[in-house]
T-cell receptor, first 113, second 108 residues
Framework: GAVVSQHPSWVICKSGTSVKIECRSLDFQATTMFWYRQFPKQSLMLMATSNEGSKATYEQGVEKDKFLINHASLTLSTLTVTSAHPEDSSFYIC?????????FGQGTRLTVV | GQNIDQPTEMTATEGAIVQINCTYQTSGFNGLFWYQQHAGEAPTFLSYNVLDGLEEKGRFSSFLSRSKGYSYLLLKELQMKDSASYLC?????????FGQGTTLQVKP
């Protein structure tokens, strides 16, 4: 079946630095990918829809200048958390559409210290 | 607006049956999904309903009533490994919107 690979699985960074998370569709082409964020014991909150070759569509309340999304090819979308702060610490999960549903990457645990 | 409601927590006994309910009010509807998520891991697909009725897949079944904005996930013959969060999600305009999730604890 379709596989979505997300990297890194976990990252610790210093406050004020930027972190890039990659999401790849390994055996299929994904024109659309979705980025979610999940705080402890909460559900997945959609941050943005990443569209290949065009600008991402951000959900209300998500700062597009802070969470930079690039979808330069049909198999790769990246999320860059710029000037990270401790409140950005969370579990970030990407997904790609597979048929009528979504296939998720394994997630990235970001800790900002 | 979008509103998807599930109970926050449930507890059940190993070998028993449990039903997790989900009600939704969304501006559009293209199907309802159930996902399972273990702590620290990504969600995994369980079921998909787009028409009214019951979909059965092994120990798991999912029901949908579009007129009532209601779905449930039925888990039979519970096993300890079924302890996880269960997420109800509605597909709307190409996006999946998730409920807050139900944490199920299976006890011996």
């Amino acid at each position: 079946g379709a596989v979505v690979s997300q990297h890194p699985s976990w990252v610790i960074c210093k406050s004020g630095t930027s972190v890039k998370i990659e999401c790849r569709s390994l055996d299929f082409q994904a024109t659309t990918m979705f980025w979610y964020r999940q705080f402890p014991k909460q559900s997945l909150m959609l941050m943005a829809t990443s569209n290949e070759g065009s600008k991402a569509t951000y959900e209300q309340g998500v700062e597009k200048d802070k969470f930079l999304i690039n979808h330069a090819s049909l198999t790769l979308s990246t999320l860059t958390v710029t000037s990270a702060h401790p409140e950005d610490s969370s579990f970030y999960i990407c997904s790609a559409r597979e048929g009528t549903g979504l296939r998720f990457g394994q997630g990235t645990r970001l800790t900002v210290v | 607006g979008q509103n998807i409601d599930q109970p926050t927590e449930m507890t059940a006994t190993e070998g028993a049956i449990v039903q997790i309910n989900c009600t939704y009010q969304t501006s559009g509807f293209n199907g309802l999904f159930w996902y399972q998520q273990h702590a620290g891991e990504a969600p995994t697909f369980l079921s998909y309903n787009v028409l009214d009725g019951l979909e059965e897949k092994g120990r798991f079944s999912s029901f949908l009533s579009r007129s009532k904005g209601y779905s449930y996930l039925l888990l039979k013959e519970l096993q300890m490994k079924d302890s996880a969060s269960y997420l109800c999600a509605v597909s709307n305009t190409g996006k999946l919107i998730f409920g807050q999730g139900t944490t199920l604890q299976v006890k011996p």
